[in-house]
């Protein structure tokens, strides 16, 4: 099992940047697709980007594709999401999640991080 702690989330304007980061602790993290997710209110959790062990399979939602980038540092066990010209409709909770399939739906997640929120103001 890992264990999963999201960071760097935060109130932004339009167009500006975050970098959000996810530390993994436990056993086993190389075996683990790791993913971000997001959750605003009134809406289901859904897959933003995901990246596998050793970067063959990335993906992006297409609604971030050219804006937001995946990356992970096996030797450190992160996974960071770089965010850029954000916009209003990208305001949600963000979640860091580790699943054994690529893509990881919400569904097949096994481990989650607690959050962190993400508010782009217009």
């Known amino acids: 099992q890992v264990q999963l702690v999201e960071s760097g989330g935060g109130l932004v304007q339009a167009g500006g940047s975050l970098r959000l980061s996810c530390a993994a602790s436990g056993r086993a993290f190389s075996s683990y697709v790791m993913g971000w997710f997001r959750q605003a209110p009134g809406k289901e959790r859904e897959l933003v980007a995901a990246?596998?062990?050793?970067?063959?399979?990335?993906y992006y939602k297409d609604s971030v594709k050219g804006r937001f980038t995946i990356s992970r540092d096996n030797a450190k066990n992160l996974v960071h999401l770089q965010m850029n010209n954000l916009k209003p409709e990208d305001t949600a909770v963000y979640y860091c999640g580790a699943a054994r399939q690529y893509p990881p739906p919400p569904g097949g997640v096994d481990s989650w991080g607690k959050g962190t929120l993400v508010t782009v103001s217009s």
């Open positions: 990246h596998n062990w050793s970067g063959t399979n990335i």
